[in-house]
């Protein structure tokens, strides 16, 4: 079974938008906490700034690990790090199709759609600010679920037939 045409093309997109956006993302948090007067091209306003929600405390460890690590311990990366591990785990095992990559890209895109989420209730509800760099995020994640469920259908079904 080769991997479709379109899943391919889909893939690298969204694996490269998702790096690119994460890329920025960390770009945008490092300039911030050098210069506290940086403005990054998606600060827009007062309620329409992603340096603000990358520098908040959910931009870290979703604003968790540093009640179970220090606050400045190795653990506890900016979230575009974690964006950046995801989108590579997305690109590189989504290149095997075997079963059991299919699983780990569907679990994988379970778990950061949660994480999108819950980030996404902390946007809208606790910081009350629209980021266009993590809603992007969210429909990228949300786009690799589909993708990935899609994939699991395939091989599931491939096997079925093999039987």
């Not at 785990?89 to 950061?112: C, N």
């Not at 759609?113 to 819950?118: D, H, I, P, Q, W």
Request: proline share 2%.
């Amino acid at each position: 079974m080769a991997m479709p045409r379109w899943e391919r093309k889909a893939r690298i997109f969204l694996s490269l938008l998702g790096l690119f956006l994460s890329v920025y993302a960390l770009h945008v948090e490092l300039s911030r906490e050098r210069d506290p007067d940086y403005r990054a091209m998606c600060d827009l306003g007062e309620s329409v700034s992603c340096s603000k929600v990358f520098t908040s405390r959910w931009g870290r460890g979703f604003g968790l690990v540093q009640f179970f690590v220090a606050k400045d311990s190795l653990l506890n990366q900016p979230n575009s790090v974690l964006g950046l591990v995801f989108y590579t785990v997305q690109m590189g095992l989504g290149l095997s199709l075997s079963k059991r990559a299919a699983m780990l890209l569907v679990f994988s895109s379970w778990v950061s759609l949660a994480g999108s989420l819950y980030l996404a209730y902390i946007l809208a509800f606790v910081l009350g600010d629209f980021c266009m760099v993590c809603v992007s995020t969210y429909i990228v994640n949300f786009a690799f679920l589909f993708i990935n469920l899609r994939r699991r259908a395939a091989i599931e079904g491939m096997k079925e037939k093999a039987a």
